[in-house]
């Protein structure tokens, strides 16, 4: 079950009356909204922002377009993420947070359009998600990057985080929303699995059939930072191809792994993206999830030709660790590290392939989270500083276009001077976690 909560400034000054008179479990006591002309195009710090050590909210954030001239922002926050308590006037259960948004266009400049102030009280209830709607002004041909900060203020910790609106593509993937036919939930993220139901619909127009091509998950690695050639995936000639009905969806087209592209013609120029990466994506549970991240640090093998049901592939990815750690005991605490970074990396940094894929990911598994990180739209530059007081390493992401992710990172690596991952990659095979902070 899921509380929606519409955020919208016309709906709070016609019902709040209405609010304050029946019961309900939330109570919205100021919203504020503002344009501004401010530009801001520089690289700010948050240290923290792929850090778990330091997060205790993990919400998730879908945009979808509501028409033309706006979008509208989904935020998903877990209730047992929320601290509850009784210090209040009612003296029930409530949690209570702020949700500040600032929403940029991005042009030659990162110009500052939109803000708003939300602040909310939330009763306990039987429910496992609250999801707050947000409308912004994001117009079609334009591109945004809207920054949410979310505060637990029982808890006094706050979360900040970004996403991307795209809305220059005649067909983008904000445009579709999708929707479980049972229940009428939003998808959170582009995941399905096998004979997972889903519904597909666009914001203003109806679609009889779509073409989709489907592309096996056959994506290159990336190679390690200190290799100076750029790799470049292509989503050109598909494995299959076949006709998707929206009112009759067979489920079964999209029981294998892989990304699922959606059009309206048969060309994948535009259009939006399903992911089947398995249904417990972006958790690691299979033994290929657990043996294919170890390409960063290893050659063990793979689970392609593994014909006894991963039984083989777990045991070499077993017998790996425990000779790297020498003993059960510090081989499980190696285990939990690495894995705990890939599954953080799938969450954080999945684009048009898993996270743990990506160039951000390779940096997030081997090296941890940065001790220092400056983001603006464009671009992410880490900064790890070696507790020995060395030389700092630094890695620069930059932002890279793509018509079915705004997620997608590549490191530039001319920039690269120095790497550590040679030290860095023997530490690991020498059964110790690598650590840049101090």
């Known amino acids: 079950m899921t509380q929606i909560i519409m955020i919208n400034a016309d709906y709070i000054k016609k019902n709040l009356l209405k609010l304050s008179t029946i ?40 945009v979808y377009s509501k028409n033309d001239d706006s979008s509208i922002v989904y935020i998903q926050i877990k209730q047992q993420e929320l601290l509850f308590n009784q210090a209040n006037k009612e003296n029930k259960l409530q949690a209570t947070i702020n949700i ?74 904000q445009d579709f929303i999708i929707t479980s036919p049972e229940t009428n939930e939003i998808f959170f993220a582009p995941f399905i699995s096998a004979n997972k139901p889903f519904s597909i619909k666009h914001y203003n127009q109806k679609f009889d059939s779509l073409f989709v091509s489907f592309y096996r998950n056959d994506f290159i690695t ?41 059009n309206p013609s048969k060309n994948a120029e535009s259009g939006f993206l399903l992911q089947n990466y398995g249904s417990s994506f972006p958790n690691i549970t299979s033994p290929c999830q ?23 592939t777990k045991l070499m990815v077993d017998n790996f660790w425990l000779s790297k750690a020498k003993n059960a005991n510090r081989s499980r605490e190696l285990i939990k590290v690495f894995y705990s970074r890939v599954m953080y990396a799938n969450h954080f ?31 992410e530059r880490w900064i790890y500083s070696p507790s020995d007081m060395g030389p700092s390493i630094i890695f620069n992401f930059e932002k890279i276009e793509h018509t079915f992710t705004t997620n997608h990172f590549v490191l530039n690596r001319t920039k690269q001077k ?18 840049f902070q101090p």
């Open 222 to 262: 990336p190679l390690p930072p200190n290799d100076q050639r750029t790799i470049v995936d292509t989503l050109t000639i598909p494995d299959t191809t076949f006709i998707c009905y929206p009112d009759s969806v067979n489920y079964e087209d999209f029981s294998c792994e892989g990304n699922y592209i959606f």
């Open 100 to 173: 500040n948004y600032l929403l940029y266009e991005i042009n030659d400049n990162q110009q500052l359009v939109d803000s708003g102030y939300v602040f909310l009280n939330l009763e306990k209830q039987p429910t496992e998600y609250f999801i707050f709607e947000i409308p912004v002004p994001a117009k079609k041909e334009k591109n945004y990057l809207i920054e949410l900060e979310i505060s637990d203020l029982n808890r006094n910790t706050s979360r900040i985080l970004f996403e991307s609106i795209s809305r220059t593509e005649k067909l983008n993937q």
């Open 349 to 379: 940094f999945t684009s048009y392939k898993p996270g743990w894929q990506t160039d951000r990911g390779m940096i997030y598994i081997v090296y941890g989270a940065p001790d220092y990180l400056y983001k603006s739209a464009k671009e």
């Open 23 to 62: 019961a309900v479990f939330i109570v919205i006591a100021i919203l504020i909204s503002c344009s501004s002309s401010k530009k801001t195009s520089k690289p700010r710090s948050f240290d923290s922002l792929y850090d778990p050590n330091y997060i205790s909210l993990f919400p998730d954030l879908q």
């Open 418 to 435: 120095i790497t550590g991952w040679d030290e860095n990659v023997k530490m690991w095979n020498s059964g110790e976690v690598y650590y």
């Open 290 to 312: 657990l043996i294919e991240p170890l390409v960063y640090i290893t050659d063990i093998g793979n689970c392609t030709n593994d014909s006894t049901n991963g039984r083989v």
